[in-house]
């Protein structure tokens, strides 16, 4: 089954190959939704490897998703679709509660293993 990931960073050790390629684009959040649609569309699994509660929360308002706060280690599988969502102003150290969208950077990114 085809899955879209939602992730905070993109962690290289996640896959597990000598050679790959990474190809990520800057998205507006209008655009994002707009690819979430199709994905539901094609029956897609979503799954989330985020743990900050504020930030998912925020993505299931947006998106109407029914994402889970995650902080289980995220393994590439084939094909896998990545959206990577990070706070625009990060604060380091301090909990930060996300209220709005375009509090948030999206990032999607394939993979190709060669």
């Given amino acids: 089954m085809n899955r879209v990931v939602f992730l905070n960073a993109l962690p290289l050790n996640a896959i597990e190959a000598n050679s790959f390629t990474i190809t990520i684009h800057k998205t ?3 655009i994002m ?4 649609l ?3 569309m094609h029956n ?5 490897f985020i743990r ?3 930030t998912v929360e925020l993505l299931n308002r947006e998106f109407e998703l029914n994402l889970e706060p995650s ?11 990545l959206i990577i969502v990070t706070l625009k102003s990060p604060q380091r150290g301090r909990e930060v509660e996300v209220k709005d969208i375009n509090d ?3 990032y999607y990114a ?3 293993v060669w």
Avoid: G, M, Q, V
């Fill in 44 to 48: 897609f699994k979503f799954e989330c």
């Fill in 38 to 40: 199709f994905f539901k």
């Fill in 28 to 30: 507006p959040p209008a």
């Fill in 52 to 54: 900050h509660k504020s």
């Fill in 110 to 112: 394939t993979i190709n």
């Fill in 71 to 81: 902080s289980e280690t995220y393994r590439y599988e084939n094909n896998d679709k």
């Fill in 33 to 36: 939704k707009k690819w979430i």
């Fill in 104 to 106: 948030l950077d999206f």
